[in-house]
């Protein structure tokens, strides 16, 4: 990315725990903002809040991406990075989750990641430079009970990640991916809401506490700058070390 630009930054999930927290970074940096989410009220405040332009979007419809990322190229001449904060968390075993629901974790974690990877990508392709950063999770790569649906679309997103920056490193476009572990969010309040819920989770991460979401946020705001210029196709683990570390 030049310095002799402002860069544009495009968040999905923007009103989310991590996404807000992302857009904040972002913000902070002098960074031209576009917001999008699904819900009206909080998008708009939190576009007021920070100055940015909103748009509401249901990020699981691919056609509905591309004319987003449309807009914001036509409206701000260019986008240099884009980051994937939708998401959902379900939370049961296989033989218990229905078509639907799986469906639908699919839909909210993997497709919104996808729809993201194709419409950035042919804009930055033409500029020769942009960074796409995606959410993945711990459970991809840890078995985790009780995770299978979402541990299936979270290890779509890694592999969706490493393929398009082999893709899409040769014009320049960088494809990251964020593995965050238990992060305190609206999204996770059943399971950090309850003190015997955090208390299991605690003893599942190698550091004695939970993720917050501006731990996330800082690395996602470090994969969309160009401090993180040689970084492509990776999968970074923001999780206190359940990924990888199995604590006494």
């Known amino acids: 990315m030049s310095e ?7 968040v999905l999930g923007a009103t989310g725990g991590i996404g807000r927290a992302l857009s904040h970074r972002l913000a902070a940096t002098g960074a031209r903002l576009v917001l999008a989410a699904r819900t009206e009220e909080p998008l708009r405040a939190l576009g007021d809040e920070l100055g940015a332009d909103v748009h509401m979007v249901d990020a699981t419809d691919v056609a509905a991406v591309e004319q ?17 904060c939708v998401g959902s968390l379900l939370l049961k075993p296989a033989h218990l989750t229905s078509g639907a629901e799986f469906a639908t974790t ?3 974690n993997l497709t919104s990641a996808f729809a993201l ?8 392709m033409d500029a020769g430079v942009g960074s796409i950063a ?26 969706l990640t490493r393929s398009a920056a082999a893709t899409y490193g040769a014009r320049g476009v ?6 965050p572990g238990l992060v305190r969010t609206p999204l996770t309040a059943r399971v950090t809401g309850n003190p015997a819920g955090e208390k299991a989770s605690l003893a599942m991460h190698a ?6 979401p501006d731990d996330v946020a800082y690395v996602l705001a470090w994969l969309l700058g160009s401090d993180s210029s040689w970084v492509t196709g990776q999968v970074i683990g923001v999780d206190g070390g359940l990924g990888t570390v199995r604590p006494r």
């Open 4 to 10: 002799s630009h402002t860069p544009v930054h495009l």
């Open 68 to 84: 987003l990322v449309r807009a914001v190229t036509s409206s701000h001449g260019r986008i240099d990075g884009a980051a994937n």
């Open 106 to 108: 699919i839909a909210q």
């Open 117 to 124: 990877v194709r419409a950035a990508a042919r804009p930055m």
């Open 134 to 159: 995606l959410c993945s999770s711990a459970a991809a790569v840890t078995g985790l009970a009780n995770h299978e649906a979402i541990a299936a679309a979270k290890a779509g997103v890694a592999g």
């Open 174 to 179: 960088r494809v990251n991916a964020v593995a």
């Open 207 to 212: 550091l004695p506490r939970l993720g917050e």
